[in-house]
């Protein structure tokens, strides 16, 4: 059978997508760390949809998390079967989605989507529902027509993605061995209108909380404190010489450099005649993958160093996400159409 045949099929299902994505909207699977309810209803509605669709071959992962109201955040492995399962071919894609921000920024309720020149619009239409949803249509397709794929097609629907992944796949690597040396697993999670755009490769990923420590005092009497304030302040400054300490290029990223930039910034004191004793600020750093951490870390202690004994502070450093970028695998791409291509491919 042509592949022309299996596009055909997938452009039956225009509406058939469009009332999932909008049924999948209004389920708001914001993470419980974001003020959300999490994955648990959402998961609960796809798999219902997916047993409907004849995809029974399910397990589900779920990961404990006391803050979620279901007590636990799942995660969806289905599988169809293929002519052989020496490998597993997993499109993987996320049900997490972030908050919508601002609401009068949005054009109506984030979490009732519409059409509009042909693009739908809502929260988490695209990240990550439109590859989600791709990815159940392609398997559809091939179930409709009787079409069985070289190999197993596996979808994994996975939780915690926008919120450091704990939850989601290192818990599914360390409760199943679903995932095999081998497999070929894609990751549609980001890329450009037709899906020419492929990411083979991320950058670290480094979030810290620095708490620097002074002592509060009167505004009038900045003598007998230490402004916690100002010293975060120049530790701030001083931190951006990181981008000068991992200066290199490469253009496989966008931006091609490393990027360390202070984010958060929590409150201090609420007036402004005292002079705070505390001061926290955030980092986010995106680190090309040939830097070892251990480097950016050395740097990052030896600036709090200086700024310790240059004001007399105490600065406590955490780390709130640390994750070393995976070695680059080969390029592949992402839509129904592609997908179903590559299940069709010895
Ligand atoms: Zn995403």
New binding site residues.
Partial sequence: MSFAKIAERLDLYRDEMIDLQIKLTSIPAVSPSSGGEGEARKAEFLLKYLRSSGITDIEVIKAPDLEAPAGYHPNILARYRGRSSVRTIWIMT?MDIVPPGELSLWKGDPYKPWVESGKIYGRGVE??QQDLIASVFAVKAFQTLGLTPAYDVGLAIVAD?ETGSTKGIPHILKKSTAFRKGDLIIVP?AGNADGTEIEVAEKSILWLKLKILGKQTHGSTPERGINAFKAASYLAVKLDRLYRAFPENNPLFEPPISTFEPTKKEANVPNINTIPGEDVFYMDCRILPHYRLEDVDAKIRAAVRAVEKKFGVTIITEDMQRAKAAPPPPPMVGDAKVFAHIMMQD
């Fill in positions: 996320h990240d990550n993605e999670d």
